[in-house]
């Protein structure tokens, strides 16, 4: 049975930083792609930033530069750390895992969060100016 928990999330002022982490059970995520996704209240859930099994991170556009992606293959945990954070990052922000995929599949722009298969709960970050 995969679990996928994340941790980390809270209020904070504009331009202070956070940290999220992903705890996953039931699959190694150093061989899944592994997505951080995020949703506002009447937005569509978007892609903040992956992770494919060679370790590279790809990141959605309004977060590159300030969000990095890392995983530890110890842990079996995947995090999320959001520098220089904007009132537009306020949302829920939930971690998500595809299985046992290539790297070139995970990486393609095509991906969406309808294919991943495993969510977990979601964590509320809010960023006030």
């Known amino acids: 049975q995969v679990q996928l928990v994340e941790s980390g999330g809270g209020s904070v002022q504009a331009g202070g930083s956070l940290r999220l982490s992903c705890a996953a059970s039931?699959?190694?995520?150093?061989?899944?792609?592994m997505g951080w996704f995020r949703q506002a209240p009447g937005k569509e859930r978007e892609v903040v930033a992956k992770?494919?099994?060679?370790?590279?991170?790809v990141y959605g556009e309004s977060v590159k530069g300030r969000f990095t992606i890392s995983r530890d293959n110890a842990k079996n945990t995947v995090d999320l750390q959001m520098n220089n954070l904007k009132s537009e990052d306020t949302a829920m922000y939930s971690c998500?895992?595809?299985?046992?995929?290539?790297?070139?599949?995970?990486?393609?722009?095509?991906?969406?969060?309808?294919?991943?298969?495993?969510w977990g709960q979601g964590t509320q970050v809010t960023v006030s100016e």
């Open positions: 998500a895992a595809i299985r046992g995929t290539s790297s070139s599949y995970c990486r393609s722009p095509d991906r969406r969060a309808g294919d991943y298969s495993y």
């Open positions: 039931g699959l190694t995520v150093s061989a899944s792609c």
């Open positions: 992770m494919d099994t060679y370790g590279t991170g």
